[in-house]
């Protein structure tokens, strides 16, 4: 549970926290950092790894901060990340 | 589409026309659906008069912004599986050279009738000329080839028109149909054979499946098969230098020479099968007149006459202007003492003559504006030259 | 994180041609990516879309789609597509391709094409300049800008682009920036799904060049730009949408109906073929 909310929210048996699975396709990355920045949880940032095209590709900070927005895929120009859902476990 | 229509094609027989309806009902006949042009003197009354007959086929019409424009659009018609033309004369031709390039290199087929008037520029529109001849070859930049043909008659302008889609459909070019203002505007019989009796040539189709597909990977004849959109097939063309998947490869000497060089052989080494040309009294001639289009009615007049007066001249008319007839001309040229060649320009396809003869020489009579060299000036030239 | 998974947009691309030639951070693949996704949310049946480009970075894109495609000459892909259009109805043809390629050489087509009413779908990737020739002038460069032929700034006025759409009377008109990835694919599926010609500005970032000159060296400082500078405008007037450093407006400007040239030409047909009389 995030520290800030000080009580169980009366729907949270309900409403599937995201269990998000990101994939980065790291040698077709050029490093423009557009996935970075405009992540709204800050859930990436850049590696030191040099991937096959000279340039830092992502990497994942925290997955489980994830909430599959998925602006990563839509403004990635490459097709260089992208993400899913896990699949469940148990509901 | 054809469900919605009635079929009106001319019934066969004889019919008094110009040379533009003509022309306009042999694209019809050659199941052309597509027109796209732009007004000019003299092949307006090809667009005027398709612009009524093409809806009577389900076809379509379509008066585009310019010629660019125009012939851009026929190519788009040809890729979706379209037989498409367009007409124009001298300025437009020059406006439409570079997408000439863009049909040869992408292989699309489609005709283009360059109705020739007084040139350069603007010109003297409602005056004949045969000016744009080697325009036809050479006008867009680039090595490439196309097949240009030179109608004589009226029933020629109905004639050619369908054979140039049946080369535009054999060899995936563009097809030139080079006529003049006077074959254009002039009224003749014209003699329109019963549909069954029309020979009609299809492009090939793929013999691969959608998956295996390269949409320029040629046959034997080095012609592709031609797939078109919305059949699945999915495939890329372009401008660019590209390989047989038609992706580009702007970078690679060896793909650049494999495909210029083939669009270049695919006319050149079929040209057997395409190059026509009429010999008249050239069996025994002594002189030959080699002529194309309205110039050669007078030709053939001039040597008529020369046979009257005891002088045996014979007529070689060029049907197909590009491939070029070399190798008749040579034959020609062989026998013969001198070579007359009558043109309505400063000097054209005399050097193609010039070229296939050799060493025999050739007279060279040219006629600019109003009226082609009337008989009896190409008589006195067959005469001053025996 | 785990092994990695095929992208879910690759039966869009042609994978023989990816990764594309596009520059690190430059918008193209964006609008690329933007399209696919309308594409995917349509389930668009791929058969029947045709994609044509002009001459331009963008216009690769044509070949990367994985669909009947062609890249035409500078400036044609409009009248191609018109072509193509007419041919065949069914057919959904979507021209991608650049500002200079659309408006300078290709102007005059793109006005005739929006007068006629002919159903393409057009979408400009406006980068303010010519990138694939190396950053030259083009006629959506901002006033002042550098560029490879304006050295000393440009002195010409730049088109305002949806006011040209609109004032040729194309029936469904909008700019985006490719920082408005969401919007933009709404856009397109819109587009797409209407009839007439429709048109779609996306500002996009050149960074390598057109940014480079003009004080924005990475992909990150146009979007930057884009971010604080876009305002959305839904509906208002489009001769007011500017584009200047501090001010973009985006939006959708025009969403009317009116036939297109297509269906009145086989309305047209129809009423022809029912007086017809034999000859």
Request: glycine share 8%.
């Given at each position: 549970?995030?520290?800030?909310?000080?009580?169980?929210?009366?729907?949270?048996?309900?409403?599937?926290?995201?269990?998000?699975?990101?994939?980065?396709?790291?040698?077709?990355?050029?490093?423009?950092?557009?996935?970075?920045?405009?992540?709204?949880?800050?859930?990436?940032?850049?590696?030191?790894?040099?991937?096959?095209?000279?340039?830092?590709?992502?990497?994942?900070?925290?997955?489980?901060?994830?909430?599959?927005?998925?602006?990563?895929?839509?403004?990635?120009?490459?097709?260089?990340?992208?993400?899913?859902?896990?699949?469940?476990?148990?509901? | 589409?054809?469900?919605?229509?009635?079929?009106?094609?001319?019934?066969?027989?004889?019919?008094?026309?110009?040379?533009?309806?003509?022309?306009?009902?042999?694209?019809?006949?050659?199941?052309?659906?597509?027109?796209?042009?732009?007004?000019?003197?003299?092949?307006?009354?090809?667009?005027?008069?398709?612009?009524?007959?093409?809806?009577?086929?389900?076809?379509?019409?379509?008066?585009?912004?310019?010629?660019?424009?125009?012939?851009?659009?026929?190519?788009?018609?040809?890729?979706?599986?379209?037989?498409?033309?367009?007409?124009?004369?001298?300025?437009?031709?020059?406006?439409?050279?570079?997408?000439?390039?863009?049909?040869?290199?992408?292989?699309?087929?489609?005709?283009?009738?360059?109705?020739?008037?007084?040139?350069?520029?603007?010109?003297?529109?409602?005056?004949?000329?045969?000016?744009?001849?080697?325009?036809?070859?050479?006008?867009?930049?680039?090595?490439?080839?196309?097949?240009?043909?030179?109608?004589?008659?009226?029933?020629?302008?109905?004639?050619?028109?369908?054979?140039?889609?049946?080369?535009?459909?054999?060899?995936?070019?563009?097809?030139?149909?080079?006529?003049?203002?006077?074959?254009?505007?002039?009224?003749?019989?014209?003699?329109?054979?019963?549909?069954?009796?029309?020979?009609?040539?299809?492009?090939?189709?793929?013999?691969?499946?959608?998956?295996?597909?390269?949409?320029?990977?040629?046959?034997?004849?080095?012609?592709?098969?031609?797939?078109?959109?919305?059949?699945?097939?999915?495939?890329?063309?372009?401008?660019?230098?590209?390989?047989?998947?038609?992706?580009?490869?702007?970078?690679?000497?060896?793909?650049?020479?494999?495909?210029?060089?083939?669009?270049?052989?695919?006319?050149?080494?079929?040209?057997?099968?395409?190059?026509?040309?009429?010999k008249v009294m050239l069996e025994d001639a002594d002189v030959a007149v080699v002529a194309?289009?309205?110039v050669a009615r007078a030709a053939l007049s001039a040597v008529r006459k020369a046979r009257e007066a005891g002088i045996k001249a014979g007529l070689l008319r060029?049907?197909?202007?590009?491939?070029?007839?070399?190798?008749?001309?040579?034959?020609v040229?062989?026998q013969v003492k001198t070579i007359v060649v009558p043109?309505?320009?400063?000097?054209?396809?005399?050097?193609?003559?010039?070229?296939?003869?050799?060493?025999?020489p050739v007279a060279?009579l040219?006629?600019?504006?109003?009226?082609p060299h009337t008989p009896n000036e190409i008589l006195k030239v067959i005469k001053g030259n025996i | 994180?785990?092994?990695?998974?095929?992208?879910?947009?690759?039966?869009?691309?042609?994978?023989?041609?990816?990764?594309?030639?596009?520059?690190?951070?430059?918008?193209?693949?964006?609008?690329?990516?933007?399209?696919?996704?309308?594409?995917?949310?349509?389930?668009?049946?791929?058969?029947?879309?045709?994609?044509?480009?002009?001459?331009?970075?963008?216009?690769?894109?044509?070949?990367?789609?994985?669909?009947?495609?062609?890249?035409?000459?500078?400036?044609?892909?409009?009248?191609?597509?018109?072509?193509?259009?007419?041919?065949?109805?069914?057919?959904?043809?979507?021209?991608?391709?650049?500002?200079?390629?659309?408006?300078?050489?290709?102007?005059?087509?793109?006005?005739?094409?929006?007068?006629?009413?002919?159903?393409?779908?057009?979408?400009?990737?406006?980068?303010?300049?010519?990138?694939?020739?190396?950053?030259?002038?083009?006629?959506?460069?901002?006033?002042?800008?550098?560029?490879?032929?304006?050295?000393?700034?440009?002195?010409?006025?730049?088109?305002?682009?949806?006011?040209?759409?609109?004032?040729?009377?194309?029936?469904?008109?909008?700019?985006?920036?490719?920082?408005?990835?969401?919007?933009?694919?709404?856009?397109?599926?819109?587009?797409?799904?209407?009839?007439?010609?429709?048109?779609?500005?996306?500002?996009?970032?050149?960074?390598?060049?057109?940014?480079?000159?003009?004080?924005?060296?990475?992909?990150?400082?146009?979007?930057?730009?884009?971010?604080?500078?876009?305002?959305?405008?839904?509906?208002?007037?489009?001769?007011?949408?500017?584009?200047?450093?501090?001010?973009?407006?985006?939006?959708?400007?025009?969403?009317?109906?009116?036939?297109?040239?297509?269906?009145?030409?086989?309305?047209?047909?129809?009423?022809?073929?029912?007086?017809?009389?034999?000859?």
């Amino acid at each position: 549970m995030p520290e800030r909310i000080k009580h169980q929210p009366l729907d949270s048996k309900k409403i599937k926290q995201p269990d998000a699975e990101i994939h980065i396709i790291k040698d077709q990355c050029k490093g423009c950092g557009f996935c970075i920045e405009f992540c709204p949880k800050k859930v990436l940032e850049e590696s030191q790894e040099i991937n096959a095209r000279g340039v830092h590709p992502p990497k994942i900070v925290d997955e489980s901060k994830c909430i599959i927005c998925s602006f990563c895929t839509a403004v990635c120009p490459d097709f260089a990340i992208f993400v899913t859902e896990k699949p469940s476990k148990e509901e | 589409m054809s469900s919605m229509t009635k079929k009106r094609v001319l019934p066969s027989g004889a019919r008094f026309m110009s040379g533009d309806i003509a022309c306009a009902e042999g694209a019809i006949a050659a199941g052309c659906r597509f027109f796209a042009g732009y007004p000019i003197t003299p092949a307006t009354e090809i667009a005027e008069h398709l612009s009524a007959r093409m809806p009577e086929f389900g076809g379509i019409y379509i008066q585009m912004e310019d010629e660019i424009a125009s012939l851009v659009a026929v190519i788009g018609a040809s890729y979706a599986g379209l037989k498409a033309m367009t007409a124009t004369s001298g300025p437009g031709f020059s406006l439409m050279q570079e997408n000439i390039g863009l049909a040869a290199m992408t292989e699309a087929p489609c005709v283009i009738v360059d109705i020739m008037r007084g040139g350069p520029s603007t010109g003297q529109p409602t005056l004949p000329g045969q000016q744009d001849v080697m325009q036809a070859k050479w006008g867009s930049h680039g090595d490439y080839s196309i097949i240009a043909l030179s109608p004589s008659s009226v029933q020629e302008m109905f004639n050619l028109t369908i054979e140039a889609f049946n080369m535009a459909e054999t060899y995936r070019v563009p097809a030139l149909v080079m006529g003049d203002e006077i074959v254009a505007h002039m009224w003749e019989k014209v003699v329109i054979p019963p549909a069954s009796e029309i020979r009609i040539v299809n492009r090939k189709k793929p013999h691969d499946s959608r998956d295996k597909y390269e949409p320029f990977m040629p046959d034997d004849d080095l012609v592709p098969p031609m797939a078109c959109f919305g059949e699945g097939y999915r495939f890329h063309a372009t401008g660019l230098t590209h390989d047989e998947y038609g992706y580009p490869r702007t970078q690679s000497s060896e793909v650049q020479s494999k495909l210029v060089r083939r669009l270049c052989e695919k006319v050149s080494r079929n040209e057997d099968k395409i190059i026509r040309v009429e010999k008249v009294m050239l069996e025994d001639a002594d002189v030959a007149v080699v002529a194309y289009g309205i110039v050669a009615r007078a030709a053939l007049s001039a040597v008529r006459k020369a046979r009257e007066a005891g002088i045996k001249a014979g007529l070689l008319r060029l049907i197909t202007l590009w491939p070029f007839p070399e190798k008749h001309v040579a034959a020609v040229t062989n026998q013969v003492k001198t070579i007359v060649v009558p043109e309505m320009n400063c000097g054209q396809m005399v050097r193609e003559v010039e070229r296939a003869a050799k060493e025999t020489p050739v007279a060279f009579l040219s006629k600019l504006g109003e009226d082609p060299h009337t008989p009896n000036e190409i008589l006195k030239v067959i005469k001053g030259n025996i | 994180m785990v092994q990695e998974m095929v992208h879910p947009f690759s039966k869009y691309l042609r994978s023989a041609m990816i990764p594309h030639i596009w520059c690190s951070g430059c918008g193209n693949g964006v609008v690329l990516n933007s399209f696919v996704h309308a594409l995917d949310e349509l389930q668009m049946d791929l058969d029947k879309l045709v994609v044509v480009s002009g001459i331009g970075c963008i216009g690769r894109s044509a070949g990367y789609t994985n669909a009947d495609s062609f890249h035409t000459t500078h400036g044609r892909a409009i009248p191609f597509a018109t072509g193509v259009k007419l041919a065949n109805p069914e057919l959904e043809v979507v021209v991608i391709s650049g500002d200079g390629d659309l408006f300078a050489i290709g102007g005059n087509h793109f006005i005739h094409a929006a007068r006629r009413n002919i159903g393409i779908k057009v979408i400009c990737a406006n980068n303010f300049n010519y990138g694939m020739t190396g950053g030259q002038q083009g006629p959506t460069t901002p006033l002042e800008s550098l560029t490879t032929t304006t050295p000393y700034g440009n002195i010409e006025h730049p088109f305002n682009l949806v006011h040209l759409a609109a004032a040729s009377g194309a029936t469904y008109v909008a700019r985006w920036t490719t920082l408005h990835v969401r919007r933009l694919t709404q856009s397109i599926k819109r587009m797409l799904q209407k009839e007439g010609f429709c048109f779609i500005e996306v500002v996009t970032p050149c960074p390598e060049i057109f940014g480079r000159h003009n004080k924005m060296r990475t992909g990150l400082e146009m979007m930057e730009w884009f971010k604080r500078s876009s305002v959305v405008e839904n509906f208002s007037d489009p001769s007011k949408a500017e584009i200047t450093p501090e001010r973009i407006v985006v939006g959708e400007f025009v969403n009317v109906q009116k036939v297109s040239y297509e269906k009145f030409f086989h309305e047209k047909l129809a009423q022809i073929n029912e007086k017809a009389v034999e000859w």
